[in-house]
T-cell receptor, first 116, second 118 residues
Framework: AQKITQTQPGMFVQEKEAVTLDCTYDTSDPSYGLFWYKQPSSGEMIFLIYQGSYDQQNATEGRYSLNFQKARKSANLVISASQLGDSAMYFC?????????????FGAGTTVTVRA | GAVVSQHPSRVICKSGTSVKIECRSL??????MFWYRQFPKKSLMLMAT?????????EQGVEKDKFLINHASLTLSTLTVTSAHPEDSSFYIC??????????????FGDGTRLSIL
């Protein structure tokens, strides 16, 4: 079974508007963490935001926020005030357990295109 | 912040050539590094876990003899694509994290290597 599901292959958003990228996950481990990464066309993977399973509040980092709904096993990324430079592929990923040498499970990714 | 350097960024070579890709953690030590392969517009596929001082752990379906991994120090892992063929052409990317940090800290990725086999 897929551990991370991203159902939106591609999205268009108008500059300055907000966009929500969906991510659902599947794990039986009570200790897990969810990461979002951005991959521009140049290929590098840029870490955006992290949410731990025991975190009480939704994570925020500048224009990025994470809508964490634990009971629904979803961790949607919200990008506010979209900019042209936000055009990229976005990946949701999960670590399970507390090991420092954790593996990441990645979703299929969502391509975001910001229109001027 | 933590930086992972990957070299080379692009390789174009003839079929049958062996290609070595380096992944270095510049300001931290990493007992574990990860190697991924990515096809255009697709997700990252984990190939193997590189373990400092011991053998790498390969994911199912990845040929150990084709993709040789060496992790000789706490800051360097190498991936060698042996006798590369056109079907090995892909984007390869490594990741690492500070082994002394807590598990809520992210993996940091190299900039990737675009490998093209003619």
């Amino acid at each position: 079974a897929q551990k991370i599901t991203q159902t939106q292959p591609g999205m268009f958003v108008q500059e300055k508007e907000a966009v929500t990228l969906d991510c659902t996950y599947d794990t039986s481990d009570p200790s897990y963490g969810l990461f979002w990464y951005k991959q521009p066309s140049s290929g590098e993977m840029i870490f955006l935001i992290y949410q731990g399973s025991y975190d009480q509040q939704n994570a925020t980092e500048g224009r990025y926020s994470l809508n964490f709904q634990k009971a629904r096993k979803s961790a949607n990324l919200v990008i506010s005030a979209s900019q042209l430079g936000d055009s990229a592929m976005y990946f949701c990923a999960m670590r399970e357990g507390w090991s420092n040498d954790y593996k990441l499970s990645f979703g299929a990714g969502t391509t975001v295109t910001v229109r001027a | 912040g933590a930086v992972v350097s990957q070299h080379p960024s692009r390789v174009i070579c003839k079929s049958g050539t062996s290609v070595k890709i380096e992944c270095r953690s510049l300001d931290f030590q990493a007992t574990t590094m990860f190697w991924y392969r990515q096809f255009p517009k697709k997700s990252l596929m984990l190939m193997a876990t590189s373990n400092e001082g011991s053998k790498a752990t390969y994911e199912q379906g990845v040929e150990k003899d084709k993709f040789l991994i060496n992790h000789a120090s706490l800051t360097l892992s190498t991936l060698t694509v042996t006798s590369a063929h056109p079907e090995d052409s892909s984007f390869y990317i490594c990741s690492a994290r500070d082994s002394s940090s807590t598990s809520n800290q992210p993996q940091h990725f190299g900039d990737g290597t675009r490998l093209s086999i003619l």
